[in-house]
């Protein structure tokens, strides 16, 4: 709006156009300070394997997906649409291919 002032100078007071600028201004800086990022499933592993140590045991494995997703929103992830069913499916992935060692047997 501020290219915009030579066009409404003639119908609207200065000031008012400043007032507007600015509160356009400050809802665009608030609107991207609010919003975080999603985690995607690098993040999602990556917080896995920190949270684990590597390794799936029956001490771990009860509070994994609340382990994961405190770990997340420490890292500054909004994990509100994370849920259980995603993190056992990166779980089990990762055990089939060998990169979380299974001590739950």
């Known amino acids: 709006m501020g290219k915009d002032f030579e066009n409404y100078d003639k119908y609207v007071p200065e000031d008012v156009l400043k007032e507007i600028d600015e509160y356009e201004k400050r809802q665009r800086v608030s609107r991207s300070r609010a919003r975080?990022?999603?985690?995607?499933?690098?993040?999602?592993?990556?917080?896995?394997?920190?949270?684990?140590g590597g390794?799936?045991?029956?001490?771990?494995?009860?509070?994994?997906?609340d382990n994961v997703v405190e770990y997340l929103r420490n890292q500054g992830f909004d994990t509100s649409m994370l849920t259980p069913s995603r993190v056992e499916r990166l779980v089990s992935s990762l055990i089939k291919r060998g990169v979380?060692?299974?001590?739950?047997?």
């Not at 979380?100 to 047997?105: G, H, S, V």
């Open 100 to 105: 979380l060692a299974n001590m739950l047997e």
């Open 55 to 65: 390794k799936l045991t029956r001490y771990n494995v009860e509070d994994l997906y």
């Open 36 to 52: 975080t990022r999603m985690p995607s499933n690098e993040d999602i592993v990556k917080a896995i394997l920190e949270v684990t």
